[in-house]
């Protein structure tokens, strides 16, 4: 069974940055995984931010970016704002299936 | 504008089987995928499955086969998620989401549906 690894809990101060990543089981994340991001906050549905590795949506913030980074999918936020404080989540492709990342909470402090 | 709008929460009995449904409008329906996507209280997210509601055709997570199935209505626009056999980690808040096709994108979803396992 294929397991995504993401950090459980990272923090990060108001202005500062901080990068996420995630990990397959399987081997060295590539872009033919599509790493995909999303941002979830209590009691909302899941919002997409980032897809096949760096695009981003119309909504996604500038200072939200997506990258390759030793083998990992790596979610970067610069700038950080407390509204970016949530929990947040990879996707990955594996040839018709997906299969979600562990998640990482993100306490802006 | 593009919204996904799913049926009502529902609480079944152990055994029984829910059928979940996302309506679709403010876009060709048949021109995007419907993935559709589980979370238990206080867990991640877990994919079950998608279907191609142009087509019918359907792909579904390993761990859900043989007791899920993913079928459309293009219709009402509208897809729909059966789960059977229910167990009580089954309870869960179910999304469906939509995408185009091409590069995986998840890009629209919907409100979530609560479904409640108890005897």
């Known amino acids: 069974q294929t397991v995504v690894t993401q950090e459980p809990s990272l923090t990060v101060s108001p202005g500062g940055t901080v990068t996420l990543t995630c990990a397959s089981s399987?081997?060295?994340?590539?872009?033919?995984?599509?790493p995909n991001w999303f941002q979830q906050k209590p009691g909302q549905a899941p919002r997409e931010l980032i897809y096949s590795t760096s695009n981003k949506h119309s909504w996604t913030p500038a200072r939200f970016s997506g990258s390759l980074l030793g083998g990992k999918a790596a979610l970067t936020l610069s700038g950080v704002q407390p509204e970016d404080e949530a929990e947040y989540y990879c996707l990955l492709y594996y040839g018709g299936a997906y299969v979600f990342g562990t998640g990482t909470k993100v306490t802006v402090l | 504008q593009v919204q996904l709008v799913q049926s009502g929460a529902e609480v079944m009995q152990p055994g029984a089987s829910v059928k979940v449904s996302c309506r679709a409008s403010g876009y060709p329906f048949t021109g995007y995928y419907i993935h559709w996507v589980r979370q238990a209280p206080g867990q991640g997210l877990e994919w079950m499955g998608w279907?191609?509601?142009?087509?019918?055709?359907?792909n579904y997570a390993q761990k859900f086969q043989g007791r899920v199935t993913m079928t459309g209505d293009t219709s009402i626009s509208t897809v729909f998620m059966e789960l059977s056999s229910l167990r009580s980690d089954d309870t869960a808040l179910y999304y469906c989401a939509r995408d185009p096709g091409g590069n995986p994108t998840f890009d629209y979803w919907g409100q979530g549906t609560l479904v409640t396992v108890s005897s």
């Open positions: 279907i191609n509601p142009n087509s019918g055709g359907t």
């Open positions: 399987t081997g060295a994340v590539t872009s033919g995984y599509f």
